[in-house]
């Protein structure tokens, strides 16, 4: 039991609360630093030594729709998530949890892109100089509707986001007629960018079975196996809809999402990793050492002492993010680290 004076209270004290107002978790978009970090500290602070702390995302407005960029709203709650790990950290300490005796690991699973407007002023920060948006909000397109305009007629269903998976009715194989129709369709789609005013490209990439294999998107169950999948302008999100879009197929709905992730761009592949703690050397920033989460595991295993299989992080073979020094220094070398 991690509180076992009665529901878990959060950083503040306050009893923490869904958005209906009952007590427990407070659901996807309410793992603030606030609360999530709480019960983090709750479970360290009750025998429990090795936890995972999910945080919801910053850029959105803990209270309602998305930010951009530097604006007012999201670096108040930056400030707040900063206010909520200090007191996290403080609290840990008077436990007598520091990174002297704990391996503390932080990243993100992926990166976001904004879609919105140009901020306003020209350069602003979000620091010292708020910016502003006219726009803020991805482009909603209807899939279903803009292959039906190519002259698709075979039915099909769409798991919707920026990286749409197609499902064809029936599971045709990859060479049928009907699917490489499909495919040469929504390889020579574009689409109104709402956001820019531009007309733009929708696929950056297909993939059918074969390489969806390759990436591992394809599980043991065939049913879940999807005809391709149209990895897409990170601009837009597509879902189905009905074949006729009328006067237009996008829109850009105002108070929306305004972060898409799980397509091909640099600003969602490319995300980050912090370690502290014991036989952590402090490399500061490093930008060039590239690692991929089935890296993080490994790294986190050696160091902890523990058995591990796979390639531990390293910058270079004279700099490692392991301290020279530590006994597991030489175990990541056994594996060609």
Known sequence: MISPG????????????DSSGDIGFPGYDGMTGVNSLAYTLDMQTHGIPVTFTYLSDLHDNFDGCAFGPGQAGS???????????????????AHGITKANTLFVFTSDEGDHFVGSAPTPAGCNGVTVPCHYSKVGEVDGNLTGLLAAQGITTPFDVGADSAPAIYSHGQPGRTDPAVRALERAAAGLTGDDLASGQTQRLTSYLADPVELNILHMVTGDPNRTPTLVMFGNDNFWLSSGPAGCG???????KGGDAWNHGTTSPQINTTWLAMAGPGVAHLGVDNSLWSDHSDTHPTMMALLGAAFGGRTLNVAAARTLIRAGDRLLGEAAALGA
């Open 6 to 17: 009665g529901p878990v209270r959060n950083l503040d004290g306050q009893v923490i609360k």
């Open 75 to 93: 670096t108040r709650q930056l400030r707040e998530e900063n206010a909520a790990f200090g007191t996290f950290f403080a609290r840990l300490a």
């Open 247 to 253: 006067t237009s197929c996008f829109s850009e709905p």
